[in-house]
Nanobody, 130 residues
Framework: QVPLAESGGGSVQSAGTLRLSCVASGSTADRPCLGWFRQVVGQERAGVAVIDRDGSTTFPDSVKGRFTISKDNAKNTLYLRMNNLVPADTAMYYC????????????????????????WGQGTQVTVSS
């Protein structure tokens, strides 16, 4: 098991910025693909960013240019910086880890599949007001 714990969520106004953090309490050496997902009640959990072992990143069009994913291996920490937030970004955000050797293996038709990720954090709520 690789326990994950998110933090940094909260309430922010439109055009604001938040940075989420996810700390892993175990080694992620065998979980080379890391990602962030978000979910609204009644909707599917959607991937918003993934990062490979080599640092390569992928974003869906909905957040491209606004969100940045990064990691600090020495601190076992994953980050998601969200700029220019809009109300549509309101959701519960989760960090996750996959056994996939490359993040491309977690995707189908350009979408990151939550089913390809083995470990999940408890989630942190992000609320964006207009």
């Amino acid at each position: 098991q690789v326990p994950l714990a998110e933090s940094g969520g909260g309430s922010v106004q439109s055009a604001g910025t938040l940075r989420l953090s996810c700390v892993a309490s175990g080694s992620t050496a065998d979980r080379p693909c890391l990602g962030w997902f978000r979910q609204v009640v009644g909707q599917e959990r959607a991937g918003v960013a993934v990062i490979d072992r080599d640092g390569s990143t992928t974003f869906p069009d909905s957040v491209k240019g606004r969100f940045t994913i990064s990691k600090d291996n020495a601190k076992n920490t994953l980050y998601l910086r969200m700029n220019n937030l809009v109300p549509a970004d309101t959701a519960m955000y989760y960090c996750a880890a996959s056994r996939a050797n490359r993040c491309i293996a977690t995707m189908i038709s350009g979408r990151t599949m939550s089913s390809r990720f083995t470990y999940w954090g408890q989630g942190t709520q992000v609320t964006v007001s207009s």
